[in-house]
């Protein structure tokens, strides 16, 4: 199984500041097919469902505001805030999708 | 609008059974494979189960495998997860995910509880 490591576990930000998380897997997510990367980005806020931010490593899923960004390759990944605002307060989460699913364990982002 | 909805959830002694539903909506159902994925209260995601369009193949968490079995019925449009010999380590938020690579649809999830 494919093992995805996060992080931090949380990390504290001051509003307009950039938040960065880290997700490593434990084997390559490259689909030979399309040459992209099976790694997605998820927000989940309480009481609520996961919700899709970036799919393929680095594309933003419809409606997701452009200060969210992805980006890696391989088995190193990178999910950017540019400009944390408070709405953004919420655990984020990456997966692959390259063999069954598996989840990061989350990382807390609040406000500093 | 695709929609998915869960149903089923509630309270279970240890060694109990459970019988999840996933109501779906808005979409081909049999052309998309599905994915059962849970959440421990206070803890992170955790995919459980996969059943592909026409629940032909079947695949499982270590965790659930020959404790939970995962199908379908198409001409219903829904998804099931049938859940035996419960334990504590169960008690789980349950969501139903449309696959699609990345789950882009979930459901809002059914609480499971076991316990005495």
């Known amino acids: 199984d494919i093992v995805m490591t996060q992080s931090p576990d949380s990390l504290a930000v001051s509003l307009g500041e950039r938040a960065t998380i880290n997700c490593k897997s434990s084997?390559?997510?490259?689909?030979?097919?399309?040459?992209?990367?099976?790694l997605a980005w998820y927000q989940q806020k309480p009481g609520q469902p996961p919700k899709l931010l970036i799919y393929?490593?680095?594309t933003r899923e419809s409606g997701v505001p452009d200060r969210f960004n992805g980006s890696g390759s391989g088995t190193d990944f990178t999910l950017t805030i540019s400009s944390l605002q408070a709405e953004d307060v919420a655990v984020y989460y990456c997966?692959?999708?390259?063999?069954?699913?598996?989840f990061g364990g989350g990382t807390k982002v609040e406000i500093k | 609008e695709v929609q998915l909805v869960e149903s089923g959830g509630g309270l279970v002694q240890p060694g109990g059974s459970l019988t999840l539903s996933c109501a779906a909506s808005?979409?081909?159902?049999?052309?998309?494979?599905m994915h059962w994925v849970r959440q421990a209260p206070g803890k992170g995601l955790v995919w459980v189960s996969r059943?592909?369009?026409?629940?032909?193949?079947?695949s499982y968490a270590d965790s659930v495998k020959g404790r939970f079995t995962i199908s379908r019925d198409n001409a219903k449009n829904t998804l099931y997860l049938q859940m035996n010999s419960l334990g504590a380590e169960d008690t789980a938020v349950y969501y139903c995910?449309?696959?699609?690579?990345?789950?882009?649809?979930w459901g809002q999830g059914t609480l499971v509880t076991v316990s005495s």
């Open positions: 995910a449309r696959d699609g690579g990345a789950a882009r649809y």
């Open positions: 808005g979409f081909t159902f049999s052309n998309y494979w």
């Open positions: 059943i592909n369009g026409d629940g032909t193949s079947t």
């Open positions: 084997q390559s997510v490259l689909y030979s097919s399309n040459n992209k990367n099976s």
């Open positions: 393929w490593a680095s």
């Open positions: 997966q692959q999708y390259y063999s069954t699913l598996t």
